[in-house]
């Protein structure tokens, strides 16, 4: 019933920059935190940048400074503009979403996750 589509993966050279997208769509009432995510091979999935709902910003130190995490609420949407990029930033980037909606027993809040995207940085 919700369902999270990110776009903007891809290759880049070291040094370069590439813009992450994340829309949720479905049966939702409001989305609270939003955040982003990445597993490289072999590694586990670590948290990269969260957002929460009024617009509070958290992000890996590994990033600090180079990213930066944003959302259009009116769009249910949120990006990841990602900048200075270096080949260890390789990975495969997932959009996380906690999100209200209704079923059988009224209200409840569920946590959602996007289909990933490839994003490789080389050298």
């Known amino acids: 019933q919700v369902q999270l589509v990110e776009s903007g993966g891809g290759l880049v050279q070291a040094g370069g920059s590439l813009r992450l997208s994340c829309s949720a769509s479905?049966?939702?009432?409001?989305?609270?935190?939003m955040g982003w995510y990445r597993q490289a091979p072999g590694k586990q999935r670590e948290l990269v940048a969260a957002?929460?709902?009024?617009?509070?910003?958290n992000y890996a130190d590994s990033v600090k400074g180079r990213f930066t995490i944003s959302r259009d609420n009116a769009k249910n949407t949120v990006y990841l503009q990602m900048n200075s990029l270096k080949p260890e930033d390789t990975a495969v980037y997932y959009c996380?979403?906690?999100?209200?909606?209704?079923?059988?027993?009224?209200?409840?809040?569920?946590?959602?996750w996007g289909q990933g995207t490839q994003v490789t940085v080389s050298s």
């Open positions: 996380n979403a906690k999100i209200t909606r209704w079923n059988a027993l009224g209200l409840n809040d569920y946590t959602y």
């Open positions: 479905g049966r939702i009432v409001s989305i609270n935190d």
């Open positions: 957002i929460t709902s009024g617009g509070t910003t």
